[in-house]
């Protein structure tokens, strides 16, 4: 089956960096997406990595290495409206999207 | 203004009685899923479609259907809800594998 693993939850203060690991085990695997989840609001796309390496969009940005089955999404410059859920998800043939659980991020002042 | 709508937003109901969650985007996308969501097990799929008339399984595809006989709507049919159902409730759209998904608001479903 598809799994995937990440922290449950991540505190940091106001202008900080976070990195929130994801270990994946996906058969025919495309490529890992990453979503933010404010309470009570829908998923937003925040990137997207096929290839191996590193995507920056802003002061996001996301990182791939498909031999390791492993990525990561990291957060600079750490505002309050940062604090979210943040969710892995991997693509696989067809449109199959296998989501992590979820980290949850508090960013305090 | 581009979007993905989903109605109803707030469903209560009965074991036993039907309901259709609809979505509708405006988009053009081909592809569309509906997913659940529920604390501490992140979003899971319960099934997509890459094209009109053609639908396929998710993770958790028991106990729901789906049709796509538009490219704009796919709609979630709950046959005989149960309260293992009682949700919250994605539809999502993209332009492909790996393309930005763009998600509905959301439907707040409880089961009695």
């Known amino acids: 089956g598809q799994s995937l693993e990440q922290p449950s939850e991540v505190t940091a203060v106001e202008g900080a960096i976070v990195q929130i690991n994801c270990t994946y085990q996906t058969s025919g695997f495309y490529g890992l997406s990453w979503y933010q989840q404010h309470d009570g609001g829908a998923p937003t796309f925040l990137s997207y990595?096929?290839?191996?390496g590193l995507e920056e969009t802003g002061r996001f940005s996301s990182f791939l290495s498909r031999s390791d089955s492993y990525g990561y999404l990291l957060l600079q410059e750490l505002q309050m409206k940062d604090s979210a859920s943040y969710f892995c998800a991997a693509s696989s043939s067809g449109n199959k999207l296998t989501f992590g659980g979820g980290t949850r991020v508090l960013v305090k002042p | 203004e581009a979007q993905v709508t989903q109605n109803p937003r707030y469903l209560i109901t009965v074991t036993g009685k039907k309901l259709t969650v609809t979505c509708s985007q405006n988009?053009?996308?081909?592809?569309m899923s509906w997913y659940r969501q529920d604390p501490g097990l992140g979003l899971r799929q319960i099934y997509y479609s890459m094209n009109v008339e053609v639908t396929d399984k998710g993770d958790v595809p028991e106990g729901y259907k789906v049709s796509r006989k538009e490219k704009r709507n796919f709609p979630l049919i709950l046959e005989s809800p149960s309260p293992n159902q009682t949700s919250l409730y994605f539809c999502?759209?993209?332009?492909?594998?790996?393309?930005?998904?763009?998600f509905g608001p959301g439907t707040r479903l409880l089961v009695l």
């Open positions: 999502a759209s993209s332009r492909g594998n790996g393309e930005t998904q763009y």
């Open positions: 988009m053009n996308h081909e592809y």
């Open positions: 990595n096929a290839l191996d």
